[in-house]
């Protein structure tokens, strides 16, 4: 088991940049990804960015260029540098982990952060 903790959270106008993270409670050699994921009001939770054990990155076409999905081993700590937000990006954000070889199969999700950008 592994707990998961985000923060960095907030409100900030459009074209601000945030940065979320995601401190994991212990090393889990199992895991093979960790992603961030969001949920709108009203609308499906959606995958934002991945970041593989191996190192290879997926981000959803509307955050392409914006947002990058990094890590810090030795810290257990990952995460989302959101930069040029938009009114859109407005969501509770989610740090997930998953043990699975299915990229859309998470296993351990934090409580979520959320995100407001104004316009």
């Known amino acids: 088991q592994v707990q998961l903790v985000e923060s960095g959270g907030g409100l900030v106008q459009a074209g601000g940049s945030l940065r979320l993270s995601c401190a994991a409670s212990?090393?889990?050699?199992?895991?093979?990804?960790m992603g961030w994921y969001r949920q709108a009001p009203g609308k499906q939770r959606e995958l934002v960015a991945a970041?593989?054990?191996?190192?290879?990155?997926n981000y959803a076409d509307s955050v392409k260029g914006r947002f990058t999905i990094s890590r810090d081993n030795a810290k257990r700590t990952m995460y989302l540098q959101m930069n040029g937000l938009k009114p859109e990006d407005t969501a509770v954000y989610y740090c997930?982990?998953?043990?699975?070889?299915?990229?859309?199969?998470?296993?351990?999700w934090g409580q979520g952060t959320q995100v407001t950008v104004s316009s």
């Open positions: 970041l593989t054990r191996g190192g290879k990155t």
């Open positions: 997930a982990a998953r043990t699975t070889s299915d990229p859309y199969e998470y296993d351990y």
């Open positions: 212990r090393s889990m050699p199992s895991i093979n990804a």
